[in-house]
């Protein structure tokens, strides 16, 4: 039997003002599954995966064809219920219920092992959701763009005045998200060394010009940075390499980098990251036949790159997991101080999570950049004091090349989604733009996740574990109207670590569409605020006094 | 500081036709909140505690006292929060949308153990929802008898040829749900020895006609089981005593059950089972001071019951887990063949799950008994061909108190609910019933649970774990329209063991509330068919096709 999850096609979504759906409440979601594989888009859309490891956006060939239909199908008052990527039902529902609802790679917690996900995906009863993927909102590597970038300026206010001239990163991993680090380094100032083992993950990287050059030694590598960084020049290196070999080498060398962290997908020890001294053709090969073995491997590796990593920020120097729990692994071979260096959350994200900023995002259904730079204008325009935000616009239109429907990411937050998206609305309705927007974000969210390995770590209240508030966002975003909702398990920590929501909602220019934007792009940023607000944190709770939430039991 | 959780109150709902709150889509969670601390229906009220060892109606009587307070303020176009027991906001939705969301005692699974919950718990943080705890819906021991009814006339199927004259049950705990047992029995025409360790609880059951008498010692209680037993009588008797002393002893004795099981709170080692040779003052004090020592000291003796449970199961005795993960803590105080003896669920329950058959459930608001017999009456009316129903209505009217707001179970599924909901709404509307009526079902029903130690056991594809489902159904019936709508951990099972969802909708006599039941009550009952069709049951597959259910990737 062939792999139901192999194939040749290639998938490019509709573009244009034509339907191939009943209304642009189906189309949107179908053109946006078809996006997130579209091979610009995609890390390897002929399995299925968008990014992230494994992270797929239907579960079987079948499945993605089955849901197509479903979605061509399907009426303004009903609902297609999308289980770990199947479409398993479609029933009656109302014009202002989602259209379609997902789940994906959710379990029981006793049993919320990659060792039983994985025997459940092998009997074809899984799909690893990812955050983005599984729901339908990845953008492709942009989507990470700003918030690395964001990232890198705030390390950079902390540890250097500001000023990250002459300064670089040394970093792991160019996959669909990690690729976005060399350029969000360059764009915040700074050189980046970022160490790939995949030569076609760093020759994708070079071809959407987020990374700047390529080498295959070490040598060569910290020749270019030594260069670069003496000239106060922001350029970036792709090294082909482990790791797990080159981070201690490095430190061996007594070679000191500005910032460290990484992006490997250490959060799937299967199919994440390569073992030392493994070749990609063994890799790739293995983890279908001695799934056990890889994870094995991977994980003694991924100790080895922490501990290096320790010592880094032993040395001073500032270091930090990027998300992708590799602590955690390390910690679970037995490193005990792999938690010494912190995650990026509560070191530079935090503070903007309490006023509900985040990965906010949209795409042109149209398929036309004009859109987009339509909608920068527009942002510009609203908020016309935000220089530091229309510094972000410029560079993201001039260095940031679209990858399949043309889409923009911005961080902002409570008071702000709102005004954009009925701004965008208003548009659509006015023939501005030439078709309809979606706009959506992150799992990695402020009122969305909780992950006390990244997300929700070191909470002031210590309530990083509590899943509750992602589910109440779930259940908020589908009572207010969203377009698709989605709850997912996993994601970028790995099965057992983070249970996390997303929605997308659909501008098609209606005055429906008005109110339901209003709603939801207001009650979603403002649920990030509430559950900071009940942890304690003072910006939070002020931005809730500032926006008049009505929190009973917390203001 | 007082204990926030401790009150001398006692909490009554209001009856009749009067709104306390706004309107009755927000006097109905507003009353069944009070009905669930109900004096006559709650096992310890002033301490919040509902049923299931300590699941809980609200987190601290403050959070109670706002709760109301939100509820009774609420609009019909507003949505208030709850997070564990804790109202956290109140935010704009609109008329179809639920007007209470709720998340209770939800972890990111690898912190989802009872030693981290407890943490968060003694915090202040977290609060036990149970299944209908949390979510208020529940009824008193009602709720449970009929499932418990069923379960027996179909163990006397299988086992009795029908017929359980003359046969006699054996088990533990006679609290909130386990309280249903004996009434059950007798009901299904057997005898029933219950342990029970409490003297209260006895009492309580007692006065309630519940059990029909008490013994203080085993040989009393079997001299009463002799002389029922051989007169054909069906009754019960509810022994003072520890089920993990008189198990055993009744082995070694070689005393024969007919039917075996149990119903302490096992679940929840903590609080939920009295360990051997520990006197219940001992035992309440040492839960706040040394919960450890408490844990440890009862998964020992559950061990010792649960390897009694094993011997009977040996002898050919028919022996089931009753759903409180008993076998679960034997197996890890190493009992290696714990789980030789079956579940419940698939023993007995599944067939009725693949049809969307469940505890359905409905309350009067008005508090008057006549509401309820009129909708027997109609129920009777509408399943005019069943007799079994029928017959279940007339025990259940003659053997069952109140206890309460007046409630009704029966166990329905798909096709049937949505035409009871719609027929009690007429009944509102044309002045028939003198209130409106909520509608609603317990957690564990076909569609709304994972749980692979009892819901969910051994399924058929081996999905036991994959919690998609009720997380599908809960944002179902969000975007139905359902009154409130609940999402769960741990629940029977206990922390790690189950995710559940609930919902309960209002029939207010309005037209939207025929728009809205006849889709909740359709959806809910289809999730169930839709995912036991998708795990390969062909009474399942049967009922999506008799009902026309469109489930694109199954059928
Ligand atoms: N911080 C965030 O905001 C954020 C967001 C999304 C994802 N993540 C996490 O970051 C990680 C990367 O995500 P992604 O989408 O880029 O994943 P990906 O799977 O697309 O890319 C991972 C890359 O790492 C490379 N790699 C694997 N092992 C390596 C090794 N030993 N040495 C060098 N390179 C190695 C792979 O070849 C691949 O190109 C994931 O764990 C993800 O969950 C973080
Ligand atoms: N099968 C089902 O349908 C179903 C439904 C709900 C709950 N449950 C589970 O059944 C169990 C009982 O539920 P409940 O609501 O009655 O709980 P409860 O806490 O109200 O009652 C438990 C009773 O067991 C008694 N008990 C504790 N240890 C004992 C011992 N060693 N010997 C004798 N008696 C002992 C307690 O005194 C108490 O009266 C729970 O685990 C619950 O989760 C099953």
Redesign the interface.
Known sequence: MSDPRKNTRDIYPATGTELTAKSWLTEAPLRMLMNNLHPDVAENPHELVVYGGIGRAARTWK?YD??V??LRDLEDDQ???V??G?????????K???RV?I??????????TWD?FN??DK?G??MYGQMTAGSWIYIGSQGIVQGTYETFVEAGRQHYGGDLKGKWILTGGLGGMGGAQPLAAVMAGACCLAVECNPDSIDFRLRTRYVDEKAETLDEALEMIARWTAAGEAKSVGLLGNAADIFPELVKRGVRPDIVTDQTSAHDPVNGYLPQGWTMAEWKAKRDTAPKEVAKAARASMKVQVKAMCDFHAAGIPTVDYGNNIRQMALEEGLDNAFDFPGFVPAYIRPLFCRGIGPFRWAALSGDPEDIYKTDAKVKEILSEDAHLHNWLDMARERISFQGLPARICWVGLGVRHKLGLAFNEMVRNGELSAPIVIGRDHLDSGSV???NRETEAMK?????????P??N???N????ATW?S?H?GGGVG?????HSGMVICCDGSEDAD?RIA?VL??DP??GV?RHA?AGYDAALDCARENG??????L
């Open positions: 499945d089955m849901i239909a479903a609902t297609l219920m289980q770990s199947k479409p398993v039902g479609v029933f009656q529902t109302h202002d219920a989602p609802l789940a994906n790679s959710n379990l029981v917690p006793h049993w919320a039983h025997e459940l009997k009863l899984a909780a992950s006390p209240d210590g309530s990083d574990a509590v899943s509750d508030w589910l109440l779930a259940l908020l589908t009572a207010s109207g909702v709850l398990h099965m057992g670590f983070s249970q109110r709603r207001w009650n403002a649920t509430m009940d939430l009505n929190l009973p039991g917390i």
